[in-house]
């Protein structure tokens, strides 16, 4: 009986080796991992994202499979979503359905980020989100296969709100998009700021998109207040910030960006924007690491790399290595690896992923340098302070995501 | 008038949609075409036989779309009661913008509905239940008639079809009654519609209503499909795109829509990928083709070549 008991137990245990062996080869489905890029190729947000991103993505694969001497094969496939989420989730669909795309990564505004997650959950794939912003992303319409990796309106707002306050810049003014995403981006800084014992004068709201903001400035300007929060984006932050110009409001008063890009700044020029704050998740003159990919970045694309970019790059390398570490690519285990794993690059250190799928790394308070400090194209911010992780995420007792709940 | 060559045009319609998904085309892809050909029919029952242009045809669409969504998601009625409450909806917005807009005539009519249609944009980016700017996600397909699994794309294929087969044979059906003459009759002369003892106004609120809610239909229909319902649809653009389906494809044509909204969805599907937003320029540079060498459209030049009506 003890002999009969032996035998099966070896051969089950041969028989486990011999399956297990297939495995570490890595079960990929096709028999290869295929990464879609869909972006804003041609619109308002091509500049922050698109081509960029591509570049990124581009050179994340190329990286990983010379680093891992070629484990398997990768694809990339690219979209562009015309910022609408139809076409967004139709392209998805199509992909997922038709195409066997494993992973989605940027999906540039919020409406098409909220698109895809859930086609993306239904299929069992992942979707790295990069280049939207809104904090619904891992709030309510959070899913266990998403990572928002590069940034979220509330660590720019907060991170900006209190950090401004701390550097002095204590009665406040809003400059109010009038729709949903302005609401939530002025109240969440408005809170901050009175948290941290500064005074919020008042607010105005324009409408959006807007394109003359003279009386909406005036009434900035005659509250007095020291900082006007910009709780807009795009092109109605840009024009604010250029039209605050020329009515001579900027060096008296200062102006806080709420959601602005690097790009932002090199088409208004430092004259335009010099003296300003914002917040954002990666600067390309931080420190070797992100200086040293940077040049490498620059060297195809012409352009120093947005956060989103950046954060393309690593999200990309750090889903690749999960794929690897996992021996697969189906969905659940890889994003599991991927929460598991901390990320340490150039773009995060000792970052990691939350529950809800938020990448918990370092913020930057940044203020924009007035011309006569820029020693050369793209050098454009004084770092003021960075901005612990722990500080830049919604705190997980205050999340709408049940999977932070459990 | 009515001869066999239509008959011959809708077995090649009915076969096309049975057949394709079998034959490999992308179903989602067909989804959209039909859901699209569908709004173009009943913008063509406006504007082709009872001529006025309207420029807020959006707006029938998106209610019907975040009513469907909103119902489906946040009620839970099945896919069947949704795709009814929105079509309902988007009827009742048709009175309401109907009896205002046909009170004028011409490019003041157009604006009319134009500014109503904008109105209802700004009111759909303000509200909560709609999601403002990020839309509305997340709409389960469900059970059609708690029976039929719709997550299954053939499925919910062929229901998308059949929806789209009844709203065209209905509007078939209208054009060809006495009620679609008298409106073809103030489409060719409205003050002699008028001395003949028409109540005009009484048939063009109709006709509006009635493509309002076929509007709605094939909004409510796409909602199911994408599980979403976004501002695109709300946007002056659909209400743009809308009209030049129907040129393209032959104003006044029963198959003139249909064959716009394919050609138009196709065109966008497959230059999304290579020129972007550029996607907008090329339409704009084949409606100018369009209006100066066939102004007739594709199945309106046709039907001249066949010296019969399409």
């Avoid at chain 1, 495995?23 to 804003?40: E, F, N, R």
């Avoid at chain 1, 950090?163 to 109010?176: E, I, M, N």
């Avoid at chain 1, 009038?178 to 948290?195: C, N, P, Q, W």
């Amino acid at each position: 009986m003890k002999k009969k008991l032996m035998f099966v137990a070896v051969a089950a245990a041969f028989f486990g080796v011999a399956a297990m062996a297939p495995a570490q080869q890595a079960k990929l489905s096709g028999g290869v991992v295929k990464i879609g890029i869909l972006t804003d190729l041609s619109g308002l947000y091509s500049d922050l994202s698109g081509q960029g991103s591509l570049v990124a993505a581009r050179m994340a694969i190329d990286d990983f499979l010379k680093q891992e001497k070629n484990p398997f094969k990768v694809e990339l496939v690219s979209a562009d979503h015309q910022n609408k989420g139809d076409v967004a989730s139709n392209k998805a669909r199509e992909w997922f359905e038709r195409d066997g795309v494993d992973m989605i990564g940027d999906l540039v505004t919020s409406s098409t980020a909220l698109a895809v997650m859930p086609v993306a959950k239904e299929m069992n794939r992942v979707t790295i989100v990069n280049g939207a912003a809104s904090t619904n992303i891992t709030g309510k319409a959070c899913t266990d296969l998403n990572v928002h990796y590069a940034y979220d309106t509330y660590a720019l707002a907060i991170g900006t709100g209190r950090a401004v306050v701390k550097q002095g810049g204590d009665s406040w003014f809003f400059l109010t998009a009038d729709y949903a995403f302005g609401h939530s981006l002025e109240k969440d800084t408005s809170d901050v700021v009175t948290a941290m014992g500064g005074k919020v004068l008042g607010s105005v709201r324009h409408p959006f998109p807007g394109t003359d903001f003279s009386s909406f400035l005036l009434k900035a300007q005659s509250s007095g207040a020291k900082v006007i929060g910009l709780a807009n984006a795009g092109t109605d932050t840009t024009n604010s910030i250029k039209q605050a110009a020329e009515f001579g409001i900027t060096p008296k008063q200062s102006l806080a960006g709420l959601l602005m890009f690097i790009t932002d700044v090199h088409s208004l020029s430092l004259k335009t924007a010099g003296g300003m704050y914002l917040t954002e998740g990666f600067y390309w003159d931080f420190s070797d690491a992100t200086r040293a990919w940077s040049k490498r970045f620059f060297d195809q694309h012409k352009r120093m790399p947005t956060m989103v970019q950046a954060g393309i790059y690593s999200s990309t390398m750090h889903y690749l290595k999960a794929v690897k570490a996992a021996g697969t690519d189906e969905a659940k285990a890889v994003v599991r690896k991927m929460k598991d794993t901390p990320v340490n690059d150039f773009f995060a250190q000792n970052g990691r992923i939350r529950e809800d799928g938020r990448l918990l790394h370092d913020f930057y308070l940044l203020q924009v340098k007035r011309p006569a400090e820029s020693k050369g194209p793209w050098d454009y911010y004084h770092v003021r302070q960075v901005i612990p992780a722990a500080d830049a995420a919604i705190p997980a007792a205050k999340s709408e995501c049940p999977l932070l709940k459990k | 008038m009515n001869g066999g060559h239509m008959y011959w045009g809708f077995a090649a319609l009915i076969g096309f949609g049975l057949l394709a998904p079998v034959a490999g085309i992308y179903p989602t892809f067909l989804m959209k075409c039909w859901c699209f050909a569908l709004f173009a029919c009943a913008f063509n029952l406006l504007l082709g036989y009872t001529g006025l242009l309207s420029f807020g045809h959006a707006a029938f669409l998106s209610v019907a779309a975040y009513v469907a969504g909103h119902t489906i998601r946040n009620l839970g009625f099945g896919p069947e009661w949704g795709i009814l409450a929105g079509t309902l909806s988007a009827g009742v917005l048709g009175y309401v913008f109907g009896s205002l807009a046909i009170r004028r005539a011409g490019i003041y009519f157009a604006m009319i509905t134009l500014a109503l249609a904008q109105m209802l944009y700004f009111v759909w980016l303000q509200m909560k239940f709609t999601g403002g700017e990020d839309g509305l996600q997340g709409v389960p397909r469900g059970m059609l008639f708690g029976l039929i699994d719709l997550s299954d794309n053939t499925n919910l294929y062929y229901l998308v079809f059949a929806i789209f087969l009844a709203g065209f044979f209905l509007i078939h059906r209208v054009i060809h009654s006495p009620f679609g003459q008298v409106l073809q009759a103030i489409r060719e002369n409205e003050p002699r519609a008028i001395s003949l003892g028409y109540d005009v106004d009484r048939y063009k609120l109709v006709v509006f209503v009635l493509s309002a809610a076929l509007s709605g239909l094939a909004g409510a229909t796409k909602t199911l499909v994408f599980q979403l319902a976004s501002l695109t649809d709300a946007h002056w653009h659909m209400s743009g795109e809308v009209v030049l389906m129907t040129l393209l494809g032959g104003l006044g044509t029963v198959f003139g829509p249909v064959v716009g909204a394919f050609v138009i969805i196709g065109l966008q599907n497959q230059l999304a990928d290579k020129v972007g937003s550029w996607v907008q320029v090329i339409m704009g540079i084949i409606f100018v083709i369009c209006v100066l060498v066939f102004r007739r459209g594709i199945v309106g030049e046709l039907g001249r070549l066949l010296k019969r009506p399409l």
